[in-house]
């Protein structure tokens, strides 16, 4: 759930399913393939909810009843006892996001290594004369996030996993526990240091041409350096890009002026001259949790404060 429109992002997934059940039945004149009209666009916003609209005012209805829908449903964040009908208006989900967690607060995050730790396999001899003799086998890399003063909210979820109902005084999604049971198993994740969509924020800014393509984004009087090139792996806002709202992309790389996106939205230009352009660098690795040094979950309280504090060992993820 990363809002990033590469492939594996669970929201670009969601919309090519929509898009592909809407182009094989579209009969409303509300409703043009070649466009974003009617179709829903997905996006998070600052509090880490889901959002859908619908282009040009159309009528979709998220049957949650249906096959996996209340599944989709709870990642999304959205209460699935009633069906959900979107009008031309944005719809916010219920509560945060499944599969994600987010520092409440600047700080939390006290230390985390800015590059992996490299960790050498080798095999080494030395003689009675002092030689040594090296046979270098691989390398492997580690990392840590130290979390500090997370509140309870923050920190507990009551022993209950993403997606599911919480309980009193625990909030649905919230608490870094729904990540614990769920990373435990081995799963891997993204760390981003920072994931705000503050505009304020942004590296970059520009207004986007309309030579633009479907992936490609050109960005008006840019001169980016390309070896290497300072802006891949980061993300690019377009800010009000259809109907007023927002999209973001992952930059797979760049020249001196045009960034190239994974997918387009819609069957539309990923930016057009009337919006504007802002790149945040939000990069981010992957990792799995080291489970020889944290083989159960247990923060740290801190007496008189209320708040824990939580040493998260990592290896970085190789597929």
């Known amino acids: 759930m990363s809002w990033d429109n590469q492939s594996n992002c669970f929201l670009n997934a969601l919309a090519d399913a929509c898009y592909t059940a809407l182009d094989a039945q579209a009969t409303s004149a509300d409703y043009n393939t070649s466009t974003p009209a009617g179709k829903p666009i997905f996006g998070i916003n600052s509090d880490h909810k889901v959002t859908i609209n ?60 800015i590059e992996d730790a490299e960790d050498v396999l080798a095999s080494q001899s030395r003689a009675l004369s002092g030689q040594v003799t090296t046979q270098e086998l691989a390398s492997r890399f580690r990392n840590y996030l130290d979390l500090r003063h997370l509140t309870k909210e923050d920190t507990f979820s009551g022993e209950t996993d993403y997606a599911a109902a919480s309980s009193d005084p625990y909030s649905r999604n919230r608490g870094l526990e729904c990540w614990w049971r769920h990373a435990r198993g081995g799963v891997e994740f993204r760390v981003y240091e920072r994931s705000t969509i503050d505009t304020s924020l942004a590296e970059e800014r520009g207004t986007p041409t309309a030579a633009s393509t479907g992936t490609t984004i050109t960005v008006a009087s840019k001169t980016w350096e390309t070896d290497p090139q300072e802006h891949a792996g980061k993300l690019i806002l377009i800010d009000s890009w259809y109907g007023g709202y927002d999209m973001r992309w992952y930059i797979t790389s760049h020249t001196a002026d045009v960034v190239t996106v994974p997918n387009q939205m ?38 008189k404060l209320g708040t824990y504090d939580i040493t998260i060992p990592l290896y970085r993820y190789e597929a």
Do not use: C
């Open 266 to 303: 819609h069957n539309e230009d990923a930016a057009d001259a009337s919006v504007t352009a802002y790149i945040f660098d939000q990069r981010y690795r992957t990792y799995v949790v080291n489970l020889s040094e944290m083989s159960k979950f247990e923060p740290r309280e801190r007496p």
């Open 54 to 113: 619908v282009g040009d005012e159309a009528n979709i209805r998220f049957d949650w009843t249906v096959d996996d829908g209340a599944t989709v449903a709870g990642i999304l964040g959205f209460s699935a006892s009633a069906n959900l009908e979107v009008n031309g208006s944005e719809e916010v989900a219920d509560y945060p996001h499944a599969y994600g967690w987010y520092a409440s607060e600047e700080g939390q995050l006290f230390d985390h290594l």
